[in-house]
């Protein structure tokens, strides 16, 4: 599939070959006022980016109705640099309301796409230190990319399923690529850059400095988070709405960056940018194509602005302060764990956007460094092709064995 640019150099997106239950009573859903966090089934609270939010809405559901563990998710979302410094110092309590997901009994008709329910976070230490501190905190980037601090031996962390970044457009526009140079001069320079068609800075939808998406680009495009031009949002539903909300002229003037699990879940209104890293030759979708789900080109490093989410929980020594954390964290690395859920959290995490780990093939040590061939200990390849668009693996089962490979989920895993 080609695509053509008249900004500076024509750009390819090619599709590339890779190389204990709880006995408290559940409230109603969304009653008022707001119940208590704590009357909740097992509830676990956490501090996440915002670009987690279909991931803990997904996955909150699943674990409501985990009948072999249920737990409640209780989240508020805040900038990863934010959550870094709770997680690492303790430095601000969850005062405000959390969003949890109500269970199958409790809302047989919820889905994904409604919103959360409130509930009020518990004050442990008494009404005179009100709030709690957050069980889990998530960053989406790399913790280097908010401080040089080492985190303290009190907490551990996990590194979970990797998240793109894109710059989107809104659906009308005529712009499908952008090149390492022209991000460079767009949001590094803003009007005086001269790059059309964005040359207006009130068109350029943007992030606040402790956010992931901001971060994440301004590591790839060698633009410090605090130099960028543009109109910047708290929130990332904010630039979406301000992508959204586009008309005439601005159509075609207007770029947001979104993390791609926000963008996934608004493909219908927004399109994503093609982009051209320094010192590549072409441009490339995240995915195969502009249409696919698969996450292709970042699974094998031809798209690279991604990554890694990281999970952060506290422990006493390598013992987990909260069992049921390291439960929940440990679902959403992948990893095993007892008892079994009644669900595949890799399966959730693919649906919205997120790459598992045992489906990626390059890896980096920093945000927007080199990247290196990875092999996980355990491919999970097929499957993720599977859930997320089409995979050419081979099928297996009982009386029909892999050639080569191994077996895993009626798939030919690679191992």
């Keep these: 599939m080609a695509i053509m640019r008249s900004l500076t150099i024509p750009v390819v997106a090619l599709l590339v070959l890779a190389a204990i239950p709880s006995t408290s009573e559940a409230a109603a859903p969304c009653v008022t006022p707001a119940p208590a966090c704590a009357s909740l089934p097992t509830p676990v609270y956490l501090q996440v980016g915002d670009t987690q939010n279909n991931v803990m809405k997904r996955l909150g559901r699943a674990l409501r109705d985990n009948t072999a563990k249920p737990i409640t998710l209780a989240w508020v979302t805040s900038g990863s640099c934010t959550n870094i410094d709770v997680m690492y110092h303790k430095s601000a309590r969850i005062t405000a309301n959390m969003q949890y997901i109500p269970s199958t009994t409790d809302d047989p008709t919820w889905t994904p796409a409604d919103p959360t329910c409130p509930c009020v976070p518990p004050s442990p230490d008494g009404v005179g230190t009100p709030g709690v501190f957050p069980d889990v905190g998530n960053s989406a980037l790399f913790n280097s990319a908010c401080t040089t601090e080492a985190p303290p031996a009190t907490l551990a962390l996990t590194t979970g399923p990797t998240q793109a970044y894109v710059m989107a457009v809104p659906k009308q526009s005529t712009q499908t690529a952008i090149t390492y140079e022209e991000a460079y001069f767009v949001f590094g320079f803003g009007m005086a850059g001269m790059i059309a068609p964005w040359t207006d800075e009130t068109q350029l939808f943007i992030r606040t400095t402790t956010k992931s998406t901001l971060l994440a680009w301004a590591a790839n495009i060698s633009v410090p988070g605090a130099q960028w ?27 947001g960056i979104l993390g791609a699990e ?62 049921d954390a390291r439960y929940v964290i440990d679902l959403i690395a992948g990893k095993p764990v007892t008892p079994t859920p009644t669900f595949d959290a890799n399966v959730i995490v693919a649906n919205v956007g997120l790459v598992p780990d045992c489906a990626m093939r390059v890896t980096r040590a920093f945000e927007g460094g080199p990247l290196s061939l990875y092999a996980p200990t355990t491919s999970c390849t097929c499957k993720f092709e599977q859930t997320v668009d089409t995979t050419s693996c081979a099928t297996c089962g009982p009386g029909n064995a892999c050639a080569t490979g191994v077996c895993r989920s009626g798939l030919c895993e690679g191992n």
Excluded: C
């Design 262 to 323: 926000v963008y996934d879940q608004k493909r219908a209104t927004l399109t994503a940018l093609a982009f051209r890293s320094k010192g590549q030759y072409a441009a490339y979708y995240p995915d195969a194509t502009s249409t696919s789900r698969d996450k292709k080109n970042v699974r094998d490093g031809h798209y690279t602005v991604w990554s890694p989410t990281i999970w952060m929980d506290n422990v006493t020594g390598t013992t987990p302060t909260n069992a």
């Design 229 to 255: 031009k543009g109109m910047r949002f708290d929130t990332s539903s904010m630039v979406v709405s301000a992508l959204e909300g586009t008309t005439g002229a601005n159509i075609e003037t207007a770029l």
